[in-house]
């Protein structure tokens, strides 16, 4: 896994655990700057802490290795 990913994980773990929306919402802001430009999601103006918590999972499914060979579509 690229060093750039584990980091990415790193800051969607911290971001899940914070329980400000404010801050997570910047938190993932920034999480998305930190992805190449065509997985960049665009981001609602109005966001949930479970909109964002989707989001996240989202991220983490597109940045892991497959498990187990096998590949998302």
Do not use: F
């Not at 329980?19 to 998305?32: F, G, M, P, Q």
């Not at 949930?48 to 989202?58: E, F, M, V």
């Amino acid at each position: 896994m690229h060093v750039n990913n584990r980091e990415i994980l790193n800051l969607t773990s911290k971001c899940r655990e914070m329980r400000d929306v404010s801050k997570k919402t910047k938190l993932l802001e920034y999480i998305n700057q930190m992805l190449p430009t065509e997985s960049r999601i665009r981001l609602p103006s109005l966001i949930t802490g479970d909109g964002i918590d989707n989001l996240l999972s989202w991220i983490e499914v597109k940045i892991s290795p497959p498990i187990y060979g096998l590949a998302t579509p």
